[in-house]
């Protein structure tokens, strides 16, 4: 079992930015690949960003493809998620995921799931 706690959203104007967390608790957290999700209102849940267990290999989504960034601190059992750059479209609630499969965790099949962060970006 895994529990993941999402932190570090909020309100911010276009073109600033933001760093989430996500704290893992109840497991081997470095057996676990990650991966960042967001779903906007009246919207389906999309992937954005996700992480090897090793760190060494990580994948996202064309839309934020250069401005955010994905990394993990297996010391610390916590990923994180660097936005930059934000635009309006980004405002969403962002939720992380886990999963011992990378190909399982990219997609909303992951076994564990946070409750998320909510992010809101204002133009």
């Known amino acids: 079992q895994v529990q993941l706690v999402e932190s570090g959203g909020g309100l911010v104007q276009a073109g600033g930015s933001l760093r989430l967390s996500c704290a893992a608790s109840?497991?081997?957290?470095?057996?676990?690949?990650m991966a960042w999700f967001r779903q906007a209102p009246g919207k389906e849940r999309e992937f954005v960003a996700a992480i090897s267990w090793t760190g060494g290999s990580t994948y996202y989504a064309d839309s934020v493809k250069g401005r955010f960034t994905i990394s993990r601190d297996n010391a610390k059992n916590t990923v994180y998620l660097q936005m930059n750059s934000l635009k309006s479209e980004d405002t969403a609630l962002y939720y992380c995921?886990?999963?011992?499969?990378?190909?399982?965790?990219?997609?909303?099949?992951?076994?564990?799931w946070g409750q998320g962060t909510q992010v809101t970006v204002s133009s």
């Open positions: 109840g497991h081997t957290f470095s057996s676990y690949a």
């Open positions: 995921a886990a999963d011992v499969e990378i190909i399982v965790v990219v997609t909303t099949g992951a076994h564990y």
